[in-house]
C-alpha cells in the first residue's frame, strides 16, 4: 500500500503572497494531522482532522487554515506568508481502528522557503 | 519547562556499541510515546511505539517507559553507520491527539 503522500516537495514563495499544500492518507486512515518543523527543532502540531472535522488546532495564527474532504485527503493553506514560515510541513495519517493506540505515520513533507 | 525534552547532543558511539537515547516528558496525562528516526532532510520515520510501563522490544531496538518517573528511553544495539540519524521522541494522550515531541537527539555511530 502507499504511504502518505504530499505535494509539492519543494516551494518557494515571497513574503506576503498564499501558499497551499496537499496531503493524501495512508488508504483506509480518516485521520490527518499537519506539522511544522524549523530547522533544528521537532515538529509543531497545527491541525488535526478526523472525518472532516477539525478535532485539534495548535497554537499558530489565524493566516493558517486546513480542510479534509470527502476522500480524506487534506489542504494546508498559509496566507500572508511571513519569512518564518519557512518549514518542512508534515502531514500525518492515522487509523480510526484502535483509538486508544493512534499511531501517526508521516508523509515525506513540503519543504517551504519563504523570501 | 519543556513538555517533552530530549539532549541534543550529538551522541557519538562506535559501530558495534549500544546506543541510549533519553527522554522525559512533563504532562502526566500522556499516555503513548513514540520514537521516530529522522535522517537529514527526510520526514519522521516511526520506530517504535510504547504505552505501558516496562520493556518492549523489537529487533535491534527496545524501548522503556516509566510512568513513575515520566522517563522515555531507546537502546539501539549493534549500532550501526545507517543508525545516524535525529531520534525524535513524542508523546500524546491517546485517542485523537496531537504529538508533541522534543526536539530530537542526534545520534553519530562510528564505522
Known amino acids: 500500500d502507499a504511504g502518505v503522500t504530499q505535494s509539492p516537495t519543494h516551494l518557494i514563495k515571497t513574503r506576503g503572497q498564499h501558499v497551499t499544500l496537499r496531503c493524501s492518507p495512508i488508504s483506509g486512515h480518516k485521520s490527518v494531522s499537519w506539522y511544522q518543523q524549523v530547522l533544528g527543532q521537532g515538529p509543531q502540531f497545527i491541525f488535526q482532522?478526523?472525518?472532516?472535522?477539525?478535532?485539534g488546532r495548535g497554537n499558530f495564527p489565524d493566516r493558517f487554515s486546513a480542510r479534509q474532504f470527502p476522500n480524506y485527503s487534506s489542504e494546508l493553506n498559509v496566507n500572508a506568508l511571513l519569512l518564518g514560515d519557512s518549514a518542512l510541513y508534515l502531514c500525518a495519517s492515522s487509523s480510526v481502528r484502535d483509538r486508544g493506540r493512534e499511531t501517526q505515520y508521516f508523509g515525506p513533507g513540503t519543504r517551504l522557503l519563504v523570501l | 519547562q519543556k513538555e517533552v525534552e530530549q539532549n541534543s547532543g550529538p551522541l557519538s558511539v562506535p559501530e558495534g556499541a549500544i546506543a541510549s537515547l533519553n527522554c522525559t516528558y512533563s504532562d502526566r496525562g500522556s499516555q503513548s510515546f513514540f520514537w521516530y528516526r529522522q535522517y537529514s532532510g527526510k520526514s519522521p520515520e516511526l520506530i517504535m511505539s510504547i504505552y505501558s510501563n516496562g520493556d518492549k522490544e523489537d529487533g535491534r531496538f527496545t524501548a522503556q517507559l516509566n510512568k513513575a518517573s515520566q522517563y522515555v528511553s531507546l537502546l539501539i544495539r549493534d549500532s550501526q553507520p545507517s543508525d545516524s540519524a535525529t531520534y525524535l521522541c513524542?508523546?500524546?494522550?491517546?485517542?485523537?491527539?496531537?504529538?508533541?515531541f522534543g526536539t530530537g537527539t542526534r545520534l553519530l555511530v562510528s564505522p
Open positions: 513524542a508523546s500524546t494522550r491517546g485517542g485523537f491527539q496531537k504529538l508533541v
Open positions: 482532522y478526523y472525518e472532516k472535522e477539525e478535532r
